[in-house]
């Protein structure tokens, strides 16, 4: 009777051992799928808040300016102002930014446009 015993609590102890073990397996797929969605959203508000610092940037001084004055020397038939390339590599960076994915390519055109 010993025996039967001693089996029996080994059958119990390998399906506790079953048990939680796929509770742990669970718990880590879990924690993987909401660490992804964590970071997901953490990238998405990053775009944000660099596409904001670029509007920002790009209607403060001194792009404000630039596109003034690149504007009036168009007018007045100067064919390459200066400021264009300072204009230029404003948008460049911007390009650059779109495709290494840091900026959202719908978000740049929206603002942009």
Known sequence: ????????????????????????????V??????SKQLRQDRE???VERLL?????????PM??????????????VTDPSEEYRILEFFETLGLLVDHQSLDEGDVWEDFS
Not at 1 to 25: C, G, H, P
Not at 64 to 77: C, E, I, P, W
Request: glycine content about 4%; proline content about 0%; aromatic content about 10%.
């Open 1 to 28: 009777m010993s025996n039967k015993t001693s089996s029996e609590n080994n059958a119990i102890a390998d399906w506790l051992t079953v048990i939680f073990t796929a509770i742990i397996a669970v718990t880590g």
């Open 30 to 35: 879990l924690a993987f799928v909401l660490a």
């Open 45 to 47: 508000e990053a775009q």
């Open 53 to 61: 610092n670029l509007v920002r940037q790009f209607d403060e001084e």
């Open 64 to 77: 404000v300016s630039y596109r003034k004055s690149y504007a009036q020397k168009r007018l007045q038939g």
